[in-house]
């Protein structure tokens, strides 16, 4: 096999460049006729021609995972209130659905993944995910305002299983899941750690006391347990390289 070797200025060593094992061709690659930036990458046309290329990013940089497999709950009481949403700024903590990164550059995305598994005595319930970054000030990252009736929610259910009968109590139950892709430096400032939580909370539209269950329903301490159900929910973190 033919190479062309290159000796060191110093030191003694070489670096060389071999051809192919076997081939029948005879290949001629043109080279750049300049040095590409730093981090660039040597690619081909399919044609011989070499030249420098950039990584066009989407790496996935990181990953990180939390469960929670306890049941919770959250009760509002809005007797004697008038119709309005009642799911509070933040809602209650989801106990363990909380996860903290550090991104290696401000030009990354995260990638939100979420699976909550809900039930409601009555009305509507709904989660939402939260960014706090080190020393700043905690937002919601899903649509809608930030303060106002139009809470910054991910997704929202209705309790009831309509082919359940009287046992909605066992049966009524949704997971809500899905994806956001969340920008949280804009490709500007400073890196610095970020924490991400899942609230939970009652969206009712009357009053009345409503409770909202996580990973269980309002039979689970009961001794009908052999209809009740019990889940796991999830929350997950992907770091992509922009």
Same mark, same amino acid.
């Given at each position: 096999?033919?190479?062309?070797?290159?000796?060191?200025?110093?030191?003694?060593?070489?670096?060389?460049?071999?051809?192919?094992?076997?081939?029948?061709?005879?290949?001629?690659?043109?080279?750049?006729?300049?040095?590409?930036?730093?981090?660039?990458?040597?690619?081909? @046309?399919?044609? +011989?021609?070499?030249? *420098? &290329? !950039?990584?066009?990013? #989407?790496?996935? %940089?990181?990953?990180?995972? /939390? =469960?929670?497999?306890?049941?919770?709950?959250?009760?509002?009481?809005?007797?004697?209130?008038? @119709?309005?949403? +009642?799911?509070?700024? *933040? &809602? !209650?903590?989801?106990? #363990?659905?909380? %996860?903290?990164?550090?991104? /290696? =550059?401000?030009?990354?995305?995260?990638?939100?993944?979420?699976?909550?598994?809900?039930?409601?005595?009555?009305?509507?319930?709904?989660?939402?995910?939260?960014?706090?970054?080190?020393?700043?000030?905690?937002?919601?990252?899903?649509?809608?305002?930030?303060?106002?009736?139009?809470?910054?929610?991910?997704?929202?259910?209705?309790?009831?299983?309509?082919?359940?009968?009287?046992?909605?109590?066992?049966?009524?139950?949704?997971?809500?899941?899905?994806?956001?892709?969340?920008?949280?430096?804009?490709?500007?400032?400073?890196?610095?750690?970020?924490?991400?939580?899942?609230?939970?909370?009652?969206?009712?539209?009357?009053?009345?006391?409503?409770?909202?269950?996580?990973?269980?329903?309002?039979?689970?301490?009961?001794?009908?347990?052999?209809?009740?159900?019990?889940?796991?929910?999830?929350?997950?973190?992907?770091?992509?390289?922009?």
């Amino acid at each position: 096999m033919a190479e062309i070797k290159i000796t060191a200025t110093s030191g003694g060593g070489s670096t060389s460049l071999k051809g192919a094992a076997s081939t029948s061709e005879n290949s001629v690659f043109v080279l750049p006729n300049a040095d590409g930036s730093a981090g660039q990458y040597l690619k081909t @046309d399919g044609n +011989k021609n070499l030249g *420098w &290329g !950039t990584d066009q990013g #989407g790496k996935i %940089l990181q990953v990180k995972s /939390a =469960s929670q497999k306890d049941g919770q709950s959250t009760t509002a009481d809005t007797t004697g209130a008038s @119709d309005a949403l +009642k799911f509070h700024t *933040w &809602g !209650t903590l989801v106990t #363990g659905l909380s %996860l903290t990164l550090t991104p /290696a =550059s401000v030009n990354s995305k995260i990638l939100i993944m979420y699976d909550v598994a809900l039930h409601s005595t009555t009305r509507y319930s709904g989660i939402g995910i939260s960014r706090t970054p080190a020393g700043g000030t905690e937002v919601m990252t899903s649509a809608g305002n930030q303060s106002g009736s139009n809470r910054r929610r991910v997704a929202k259910m209705c309790p009831g299983n309509p082919s359940a009968g009287s046992y909605t109590d066992y049966e009524g139950a949704f997971t809500l899941a899905g994806t956001y892709l969340d920008d949280p430096f804009g490709g500007s400032g400073s890196v610095v750690d970020l924490t991400y939580k899942v609230y939970f909370g009652n969206i009712a539209d009357n009053s009345g006391v409503h409770t909202t269950y996580v990973n269980t329903n309002s039979q689970q301490t009961s001794q009908d347990t052999d209809f009740s159900w019990v889940s796991i929910s999830t929350l997950t973190l992907m770091e992509i390289e922009s």
